[in-house]
């Protein structure tokens, strides 16, 4: 009888001792307005002068998906998007550009990048990192919110907002792809 006792009571011990099942760490909430020192950054600041003659003004955040800001500025100083055109524009959702060969297939010679999904919703001005059905797809392709579509939260990668000319996005031509496209005639990076 002891014996059964101790043999419960071990059991007992043994099942009070397992770990906690580990849960995934909450992703912090972040805001739709900027930290301070993101916004006074002027290396966050990157402008779009497109063949329309509009000009576009994106905050980067660094913040919410630093390894896509990154790669953004770091083709923005090689010249990679200059000349290319937004080859998939469909009003009232977004307009996409960024891939050299014009079709939605192409990218940098850079390797693709992982996912930094994050807690900004994809509302009106939001840049987003196109990508392939698979998450860790994202390279030099970017789209620009032209009204907002909860469905993209958690699924794609947003790292920036248009502060600056939302007009000129909005008279990006439309199609897939547009019969005259809109080029994107310089990228830079500053004030």
Known sequence: ??????????ALAMVAAKPAPVEAPARPML?????????????????IELSTGGKVVILLRPDAAPAHVERMKTLVRQGFYNGLTFHRVVPGFMAQGGDPKGTGEGGSSLPDLKAEFNT?????????????????????????????????????????RVIEGMDAVD????????ENPTKIVRMSLGG
Do not use: C, H, W
């Open 1 to 10: 009888m002891i014996g059964r006792i101790l043999f419960a009571l071990s």
């Open 31 to 47: 805001s739709v307005i900027p930290p301070a020192e993101v916004a006074n950054d002027l290396s966050n600041r990157l402008t």
């Open 120 to 160: 900004l919703p994809f509302m009106r001005g939001m840049l987003g990192a196109a990508r392939s059905d698979k998450a860790d797809s994202a390279n030099s392709q970017f789209f620009i919110m032209l009204g907002p579509n909860a469905s993209l939260n958690d699924k794609y990668t947003v790292y920036g």
């Open 171 to 178: 008279k990006i031509a439309p199609g897939e792809p547009p």
